[in-house]
């Protein structure tokens, strides 16, 4: 009762859900129920599916060991819904699924759920701006030229020089690395990178590479405070005065030195459903709709830790700013409420680090088309988030030497052509090089070792024999 482990690629949403179905169907076990003096071959009863695909789910490396129960009726009803398991009269989609003693069997066929056939997002491979590319509009043929209207003189002079000693003339455009190419370059690089670290052919499917904004990827990479979080050009995209205080109150819990009202019980669990409220109306989750596929990809490398911290890190390098800035705060707020033994029970139900996967996970991650594993996905993610998010909300510190370094060797070849005798004074080749800084001699080769180890011994005077 094992799931395989689905790595990083294209549709990974879907394989799971297919590779979970199977399970569910063949591993299932089914036996004989008695229901209202009636008796039923091959089925089960709702309490013996939670339990059989809860601990499946649990021991799964896919999802992990924190799937809750409910999590598990969660998907169980999704499963009712898709006609994976049906009532034991044969109704489907409109029942509600309840964890109780209700028996259910599994439908004559298995719908396993077809990969969804969408435009590829991009079909070329990923290319980095060279300096021999064309500009656009400058070709040789589309170059203007200017009738000139010669008397017989002029005709006499210009072709008084033989042919062949004066060279064929050509327009030559100085190429300069303007700020568009510095940040298609940065772009570029950065799409190449995480295709690395996924061990993908091509990116398509996973991303589409039109929305990707090589500017947030600068911005986050260079605007950002001494601890790290990005600071924001337009300050109207901040968050709220009253929500930040409400986060810097229960990250500092019990030291809240922002609020002045006075504390009474249960204040902190209004706190806490003051933010929860906020992250849970935004129009859009804070990891973004179209980078969701990408993000769940990166969830098939986490039996890599480093890999996938790596290829997170990349991810969330291509959110917009705010978002980025929001994550990071969240990130944080949640990691010291549950290293915090100080604070109350936010809940009854739960405990706190659970509270806080179930309460944020679908702000964080969630598809804008229906996904059914949409919940077990984002929490599986978030759960990770929160054990690693210092290392992952890191800009990764190999991309940008990387790329900083490409960046100043184009400026080079650019001050190379423009300026060849500055550039040569500057930066001298090996020939002059070696004229300035003349081979010294080879030092004499020392005593050898043994010499050393073995010192000329006393003069000792022997007798000599005579024959």
Same mark, same amino acid.
């Given at each position: 009762?094992?799931?395989?482990?689905?790595?990083?690629?294209?549709?990974?949403?879907?394989?799971?859900?297919?590779?979970?179905?199977?399970?569910?169907?063949?591993?299932?076990?089914? *036996?004989?129920?008695? !229901?209202?003096?009636?008796?039923?071959? *091959?089925?089960?009863?709702?309490?013996?599916?939670?339990?059989?695909?809860?601990?499946?789910?649990?021991?799964?490396?896919?999802?992990?060991?924190?799937?809750?129960?409910?999590?598990?009726?969660?998907?169980?009803?999704?499963?009712?819904?898709?006609?994976?398991?049906?009532?034991?009269?044969?109704?489907?989609?409109?029942?509600?699924?309840?964890?109780? %003693?209700?028996?259910?069997?599994?439908?004559?066929?298995?719908? +396993? %759920?077809?990969?969804?056939?969408?435009?590829?997002?991009?079909?070329?491979?990923?290319?980095?701006?060279?300096?021999?590319?064309?500009?656009?509009?400058?070709?040789?043929?589309?170059?203007?030229?200017?009738?000139?209207?010669?008397?017989? =003189?002029?005709?006499?002079?210009?072709?008084?020089?033989?042919?062949?000693?004066?060279?064929?003339? *050509?327009?030559?455009?100085?190429?300069?690395?303007?700020?568009?190419?510095?940040?298609?370059?940065?772009?570029?690089?950065?799409?190449?990178?995480?295709?690395?670290?996924?061990?993908?052919?091509?990116?398509?499917?996973?991303?589409?590479?039109?929305?990707?904004?090589?500017?947030?990827?600068?911005?986050?990479?260079?605007?950002?405070?001494?601890?790290?979080?990005?600071?924001?050009?337009?300050?109207?995209?901040? +968050?709220?005065?009253?929500?930040?205080?409400?986060?810097?109150?229960?990250?500092?819990?019990?030291?809240?030195?922002?609020?002045?009202?006075?504390?009474?019980?249960?204040?902190?669990?209004?706190?806490?459903?003051?933010?929860?409220?906020?992250?849970?109306?935004?129009? =859009?989750?804070?990891?973004?709709?179209?980078?969701?596929?990408?993000?769940?990809?990166?969830?098939?490398?986490?039996?890599?830790?480093?890999?996938?911290?790596?290829?997170?890190?990349? !991810?969330?390098?291509?959110?917009?700013?705010?978002?980025?800035?929001?994550?990071?705060?969240?990130? %944080?707020?949640?990691?010291?409420? !549950?290293?915090?033994?100080?604070?109350?029970?936010?809940?009854?139900?739960?405990?706190?680090?659970?509270?806080?996967?179930?309460?944020?996970?679908? !702000?964080?991650?969630?598809?804008?088309?229906?996904?059914?594993?949409?919940?077990?996905?984002?929490?599986?993610?978030?759960?990770?988030?929160?054990?690693?998010?210092?290392?992952?909300?890191?800009?990764?510190?190999?991309?940008?030497?990387?790329? =900083?370094?490409?960046?100043?060797?184009?400026?080079?070849?650019?001050?190379?052509?423009?300026?060849?005798?500055?550039?040569?004074?500057?930066?001298?080749?090996?020939?002059?090089?070696?004229?300035?800084?003349? =081979?010294?001699?080879?030092?004499?080769?020392?005593?050898?070792?043994?010499?050393?180890?073995?010192?000329?011994?006393?003069?000792?005077?022997?007798?000599?024999?005579?024959?």
């Amino acid at each position: 009762m094992e799931h395989r482990i689905v790595g990083p690629g294209p549709y990974r949403a879907t394989r799971l859900w297919n590779e979970t179905v199977e399970l569910f169907r063949t591993k299932m076990p089914l *036996r004989k129920h008695r !229901c209202r003096f009636k008796s039923y071959e *091959r089925c089960f009863t709702a309490a013996e599916a939670v339990d059989w695909l809860h601990e499946l789910l649990r021991r799964s490396q896919n999802f992990g060991p924190e799937v809750t129960r409910k999590q598990t009726v969660q998907l169980l009803k999704k499963f009712l819904k898709n006609h994976v398991i049906e009532d034991i009269k044969g109704k489907w989609g409109q029942e509600d699924f309840e964890d109780n %003693r209700h028996l259910y069997r599994f439908p004559p066929s298995s719908p +396993l %759920r077809p990969y969804p056939k969408r435009p590829p997002y991009q079909k070329d491979v990923i290319k980095f701006p060279e300096w021999d590319d064309p500009l656009p509009g400058t070709s040789q043929e589309n170059i203007p030229v200017r009738p000139v209207v010669m008397n017989s =003189e002029m005709w006499y002079k210009r072709h008084s020089i033989a042919i062949g000693e004066v060279p064929a003339c *050509r327009l030559v455009h100085r190429r300069q690395l303007t700020e568009a190419n510095v940040e298609e370059l940065w772009k570029t690089m950065t799409l190449s990178y995480l295709q690395k670290i996924l061990g993908l052919d091509s990116l398509e499917e996973v991303l589409d590479v039109n929305l990707v904004n090589s500017k947030f990827i600068i911005h986050n990479v260079y605007s950002v405070s001494n601890q790290g979080v990005v600071i924001l050009d337009d300050k109207s995209k901040e +968050l709220p005065h009253w929500v930040l205080s409400a986060m810097k109150c229960l990250a500092n819990w019990p030291n809240c030195s922002d609020l002045k009202q006075p504390m009474y019980l249960g204040f902190e669990k209004d706190v806490f459903k003051t933010i929860a409220d906020y992250y849970g109306h935004l129009k =859009e989750p804070l990891l973004t709709f179209h980078l969701f596929d990408a993000f769940v990809s990166v969830l098939g490398l986490l039996q890599k830790e480093k890999m996938a911290i790596e290829a997170f890190q990349v !991810c969330c390098l291509l959110l917009p700013p705010e978002n980025r800035r929001k994550l990071q705060l969240l990130m %944080r707020m949640m990691a010291r409420i !549950c290293l915090n033994k100080e604070m109350p029970p936010l809940c009854d139900g739960f405990g706190t680090r659970t509270l806080m996967v179930q309460t944020f996970s679908h !702000c964080i991650l969630c598809s804008k088309d229906e996904v059914d594993l949409d919940d077990l996905l984002a929490a599986r993610l978030v759960t990770f988030l929160m054990d690693n998010y210092q290392e992952i909300l890191k800009v990764p510190l190999a991309l940008q030497t990387s790329i =900083e370094e490409r960046v100043a060797h184009l400026r080079r070849v650019q001050f190379q052509k423009s300026y060849p005798e500055v550039y040569q004074e500057r930066f001298p080749t090996p020939e002059s090089e070696a004229l300035l800084f003349p =081979e010294k001699p080879k030092a004499k080769p020392q005593l050898l070792m043994w010499t050393l180890k073995n010192p000329f011994q006393p003069f000792q005077r022997t007798r000599s024999f005579r024959m």
